[in-house]
């Protein structure tokens, strides 16, 4: 390989290598702020016997999506360390009993 050569690849490797210390360097990411809704109904249908159904981020809220290239690059759609998770809402329903 000519030196010319051997230049250009060193180059272009200490720009990769700025553009992943950049990359690194923004981690962080600030995030607006979200309004959160969580709803619960609970009945007793028996003495014993209790029923609730609910929703936890009832309407879907999602944080901002990761401005890191290299973890769009990965495939990493929302930050890991969202201030409310990334998986969207969560509906249940839970059936409660008493043994006493």
């Given at each position: 390989?000519?030196?010319?050569?051997?230049?250009?690849?060193?180059r272009?490797?200490?720009r990769r290598r700025?553009?992943?210390?950049a990359d690194a360097l923004s981690f962080d990411q600030t995030f607006p702020a979200?309004?959160?809704?969580?709803?619960e109904a609970t009945r007793r249908i028996a003495e014993k016997l209790t029923v609730a159904?609910?929703?936890?981020?009832?309407?879907?809220?999602?944080?901002?999506k990761d401005?890191?290239?290299?973890?769009?690059?990965?495939?990493?759609i929302y930050?890991?360390?969202?201030?409310f998770g990334f998986n969207g809402g969560f509906w249940y329903v839970r059936v409660s009993t008493k043994f006493k």
């Open positions: 390989m000519g030196s010319s050569r051997r230049g250009e690849l060193l272009r490797l200490d700025a553009e992943c210390r979200r309004w959160l809704v969580n709803l159904v609910g929703a936890e981020n009832a309407f879907s809220a999602y944080p901002e401005a890191r290239l290299s973890q769009i690059n990965n495939g990493i930050p890991q360390f969202s201030p």
